[in-house]
């Protein structure tokens, strides 16, 4: 009898070993799921110029785009680096040397950026050219605003940065306030019985816009009946006389200065104001718009600009 319970013992002992051997080989509970959890949360995202996979919050950001900087200003998001030549004047902030210059909008600074060693790059019309050189240092994505199809384009690109850096209800709480500007705005200016021409003075020259072009929002977006449907659309705009604004003879002029955008001199006022123009219905009733450069020309797109483009266009129609 004791043989065998001094057996039956051993047997115990043995299996009780063997299992806590498998037990001791195996991970402790949790860890796979914790490993998962450490490892960093990413998202595809799609893009004019392909499909990027980002990890989400990225700590070194490097823009090349002045609307995308103004949207990460407004939700707190620190940047790492940029062009720091021709930063609008009320990001001017970031010309501080606590953040890197990564080179010139048409010209970066390869070396530079690559020295930054960001996790995220993010470009528009002027770079996309160099795509791959950018890709080739760290995920690199478009957020270009598509001008033909500007609401769309604009929320979408929000709504990619809210996603990426954690920010969804600060994203969707500015884009309904600036709808809601839209909204007043266009209701506002499509009662009215009032054409508008938006143009661009550039050392002495003038390029008009109309819908689907580059400021062609104040027709498609705001409301503004455009007082020519045939404007060629493009981004450098249809070059055109002071006679052609003389025949056209809008009732509202609104005007983009380009020199005051790039650091040079101030020209628009001195352009438009001569004795051609002085005859048109713009000008005899006081409806000439001086529209803030900053917005229109350097930062369109970004959450701060739409909502100042839609204040300025508001006061500007009487």
């Not at 143009?199 to 929002?217: H, K, M, Q």
Request: glycine share 8%; aromatic share 8%; hydrophobic share 40%.
């Amino acid at each position: 009898m004791n043989k065998k319970l001094a057996l039956f013992f051993l047997i115990v002992t043995m299996a009780i070993f063997t299992a806590a051997c498998g037990t001791s080989s195996s991970a402790p509970a949790g860890t796979e799921k914790e490993a998962a959890a450490s490892e960093p949360e990413t998202i595809t995202v799609k893009h004019q110029l392909g499909e990027t996979t980002v990890t989400k919050n990225p700590e070194k950001v490097v823009v090349f785009d002045f609307g995308v900087l103004d949207s990460l200003d407004k939700l707190g998001v620190e940047v790492t680096g940029l062009p720091q030549a021709n930063v609008p004047t009320y990001l001017e902030k970031y010309k501080d040397a606590k953040y890197k210059n990564a080179g010139g909008l048409k010209e970066p600074d390869f070396e530079a950026i690559n020295e930054m060693a960001p996790d995220l790059i993010i470009i528009s019309g002027r770079q996309q050219d160099s795509y791959e050189e950018f890709s080739e240092i760290a995920p690199t994505i478009f957020m270009g605003v598509d001008t033909t199809r500007y609401m769309d384009s604009y929320k979408e690109n929000a709504k990619t940065l809210g996603e990426i850096f954690g920010k969804e209800k600060e994203v969707e709480a500015e884009l309904a306030e600036v709808e809601k500007a839209i909204d007043s705005l266009h209701e506002k200016a499509s009662a009215m019985d009032k054409n508008g021409l938006i143009v661009l003075a550039n050392e002495g020259n003038l390029s008009a816009y109309g819908p689907g072009s580059r400021f062609g929002l104040l027709h498609d977006v705001f409301g503004v009946k455009p007082v020519d449907e045939n404007i060629e659309a493009s981004t450098h705009g249809q070059n055109i006389s002071f006679e052609y604004l003389l025949e056209k003879d809008p009732d509202y002029l609104f005007v983009v200065d380009r020199g005051i955008a790039v650091g040079g001199k101030a020209s628009a006022k001195s352009v438009i104001e001569n004795k051609l123009v002085e005859n048109t219905k713009a000008v005899k009733d006081g409806n000439v718009v001086y529209l803030n450069a900053d917005y229109w020309y350097l930062s369109g797109g970004g959450l701060t600009s739409v909502a100042e483009m839609v204040k300025e266009v508001e006061a500007g129609l009487k």
